[in-house]
């Protein structure tokens, strides 16, 4: 069985930060290119960050740029998404994918699998 488990979303203020956690079972993380992506209501699905398996080159959309962080703990098999600054637009569900087609987060992805349930960020004053 495969799963991929995210948490530490919450309710925060802007400005606040959240580490996000995304721990794998039935997969070894460090095989694969790792995605975030992030959903809201009336928007669309949007790649946030990616971390490369290969060479742990990463990518970031622009709209998230300096502002968060991706990271691997190998050992632990979990990919994290530390998340600083955060803004009302920043409010959705994340969730943590591995692409099962390739190692390093170059566009397009390949076959994106095991979407789990999420973790809900929400942004508010």
């Known amino acids: 069985q495969v799963q991929f488990v995210e948490s530490g979303g919450g309710l925060v203020q802007p400005g606040d930060s959240l580490r996000l956690s995304c721990a794998a079972s039935?997969?070894?993380?460090?095989?694969?290119a790792i995605w975030w992506f992030r959903q809201a209501p009336g928007k669309e699905r949007e790649g946030v960050s990616?971390?490369?398996?290969?060479?742990?080159?990463?990518y970031y959309a622009d709209s998230v740029k300096g502002r968060f962080t991706i990271s691997r703990d190998n050992a632990e098999n979990t990919v994290y998404l530390q998340m600083d600054t955060l803004k009302p637009e920043d409010t959705a569900v994340y969730y943590c994918?591995?692409?099962?087609?390739?190692?390093?987060?170059?566009?397009?992805?390949?076959?994106?699998?095991?979407w789990g349930q999420g973790t809900q960020v929400t942004v508010s004053s």
């Open positions: 039935g997969l070894i993380l460090d095989y694969y």
């Open positions: 994918v591995a692409d099962i087609e390739k190692r390093r987060c170059n566009l397009p992805w390949g076959t994106l699998n095991y």
């Open positions: 990616c971390s490369s398996a290969s060479d742990r080159s990463t």
